[in-house]
């Protein structure tokens, strides 16, 4: 079985950062100037998630068939977005919703609320949740789409972790509640030619001091399954009622088993995502043997080509942490010795936002910068 959707393989960090919203300007009065600080509040971001069926019909499948879980409770939203998850258990019950969100899409939000009938049960705060006041104390669920690439990449799991000890009530619940990131190792041959060997000779030049660069920035894209050559390897795995925000920086070791006489080009990574407080278990992946979705999966590329037997195995480890001079961003070690082998390599890597959008493309016209 094939990913579904098309191949664009490098689209690593499409997903500026939200840290410098301009709180006095509205989405509907936005430039490109102010989607750069806020890519979110764009409609065609929130347009690809809702879009993307797996991941919004998981979460509608896990609110709205356990509705005896929902009625009379109140839920808190965190990264409402468009609203979408709040009519959901508005719909499915809830007393209540609370919908936070720091990005202006959250202005459109509230007419999708009110357009739909939801004015009396669902609030919007707009604001960050460290620093926002919630018009409800405590509540019996939370709900979140928080995972990004690589699962954390961008993600705002360490703000529903603090929402879960600030506003969860004692043996309250959260949707989803478990995560899996898995690994593993794939034949690239091809790709890698064109996208790392590249800059080998550029026109006759010699570009390699960026083939270093291009090596060490994780690809997002969809991998056939039939290029994985190794069985998968639980890296890490979150319960969102017990994990804390140290729990986010990891070493985790790993152990890949090939599956069949090969060339390994890179490693790939992607997640699995349970809604176990369910009675009827609701689950997704985002790995090459499932149905598409927009996180697609994760290629980190190596340095060199690994020849490898079936049955051999790959070990190592992947260290994991927050960037310093940026929590969204991910600084990522792989280090890995092949069978017998003595010698370890190891290669650091970064998921950073970059400069451009492939869902946004206006983003960098000239608007008076």
């Given at each position: 079985?094939?990913?579904?959707?098309?191949?664009?393989?490098?689209?690593?960090?499409?997903?500026?950062?939200?840290?410098?919203?301009?709180?006095?300007?509205?989405?509907?009065?936005?430039?490109?100037?102010?989607?750069?600080?806020?890519?979110?509040?764009?409609?065609?971001?929130?347009?690809?998630m809702l879009k993307d069926t797996v991941r919004t019909?998981?979460?509608?499948?896990?609110?709205?068939?356990?509705?005896?879980?929902?009625?009379?409770?109140?839920?808190?939203?965190?990264?409402?977005?468009?609203?979408?998850?709040?009519?959901?258990?508005?719909?499915?019950?809830?007393?209540?919703?609370?919908?936070?969100?720091?990005?202006?899409?959250?202005?459109?939000?509230?007419?999708?609320?009110?357009?739909?009938?939801?004015?009396?049960?669902?609030?919007?705060?707009?604001?960050?949740?460290?620093?926002?006041?919630?018009?409800?104390?405590?509540?019996?669920?939370?709900?979140?789409?928080?995972?990004?690439?690589?699962?954390?990449?961008?993600?705002?799991?360490?703000?529903?972790?603090?929402?879960?000890?600030?506003?969860?009530?004692?043996?309250?619940?959260?949707?989803?509640?478990?995560?899996?990131?898995?690994?593993?190792?794939?034949?690239?041959?091809?790709?890698?030619?064109?996208?790392?060997?590249?800059?080998?000779?550029?026109?006759?030049?010699?570009?390699?001091?960026?083939?270093?660069?291009?090596?060490?920035?994780?690809?997002?894209?969809?991998?056939?399954?039939?290029?994985?050559?190794?069985?998968?390897?639980?890296?890490?795995?979150?319960?969102?009622?017990?994990?804390?925000?140290?729990?986010?920086?990891?070493?985790?070791?790993?152990?890949?088993?090939?599956?069949?006489?090969?060339?390994?080009?890179?490693?790939?990574?992607?997640?699995?995502?349970?809604?176990?407080?369910?009675?009827?278990?609701?689950?997704?992946?985002?790995?090459?043997?499932?149905?598409?979705?927009?996180?697609?999966?994760?290629?980190?590329?190596?340095?060199?080509?690994?020849?490898?037997?079936?049955?051999?195995?790959?070990?190592?480890?992947?260290?994991?942490?927050?960037?310093?001079?940026?929590?969204?961003?991910?600084?990522?070690?792989?280090?890995?010795?092949?069978?017998?082998?003595?010698?370890?390599?190891?290669?650091?890597?970064?998921?950073?936002?970059?400069?451009?959008?492939?869902?946004?493309?206006?983003?960098?016209?000239?608007?008076?910068?």
């Amino acid at each position: 079985m094939e990913s579904a959707g098309p191949s664009t393989h490098h689209i690593a960090s499409d997903v500026t950062s939200t840290h410098h919203i301009a709180p006095d300007v509205t989405s509907d009065s936005m430039t490109s100037r102010d989607y750069y600080a806020d890519s979110y509040a764009h409609f065609g971001i929130h347009e690809e998630m809702l879009k993307d069926t797996v991941r919004t019909g998981s979460y509608r499948s896990a609110i709205m068939n356990n509705g005896h879980l929902f009625k009379g409770k109140t839920v808190l939203d965190v990264g409402c977005g468009t609203g979408i998850l709040s009519m959901f258990a508005a719909k499915a019950g809830a007393s209540h919703v609370v919908g936070i969100d720091m990005s202006n899409i959250i202005d459109q939000a509230q007419k999708i609320i009110e357009a739909n009938g939801f004015k009396d049960t669902i609030t919007l705060v707009k604001g960050k949740l460290e620093e926002a006041e919630l018009p409800i104390d405590k509540f019996d669920i939370i709900i979140s789409e928080w995972m990004g690439y690589f699962l954390l990449y961008e993600s705002m799991l360490d703000t529903v972790l603090l929402a879960r000890d600030k506003y969860l009530k004692p043996e309250g619940l959260i949707f989803p509640d478990t995560a899996k990131l898995l690994f593993a190792a794939i034949e690239d041959q091809d790709y890698k030619e064109e996208k790392i060997n590249f800059w080998d000779n550029v026109y006759g030049f010699n570009y390699s001091c960026i083939k270093d660069i291009a090596l060490r920035e994780p690809l997002v894209d969809t991998v056939e399954l039939k290029a994985v050559v190794t069985d998968p390897y639980v890296i890490k795995e979150i319960n969102l009622l017990t994990a804390t925000k140290e729990d986010l920086t990891f070493t985790a070791p790993f152990t890949l088993t090939a599956t069949r006489d090969d060339h390994i080009h890179a490693f790939l990574a992607w997640f699995d995502i349970v809604f176990d407080c369910t009675h009827k278990k609701v689950k997704f992946s985002t790995g090459p043997h499932a149905q598409y979705t927009h996180w697609k999966q994760t290629v980190f590329y190596t340095p060199s080509t690994i020849a490898i037997k079936q049955g051999q195995e790959i070990t190592g480890s992947l260290d994991c942490a927050p960037n310093a001079r940026n929590n969204r961003d991910l600084d990522i070690s792989i280090s890995y010795v092949v069978g017998d082998e003595e010698e370890e390599t190891t290669v650091d890597y970064k998921m950073c936002v970059i400069l451009y959008s492939c869902r946004i493309p206006f983003l960098l016209q000239s608007d008076s910068w």
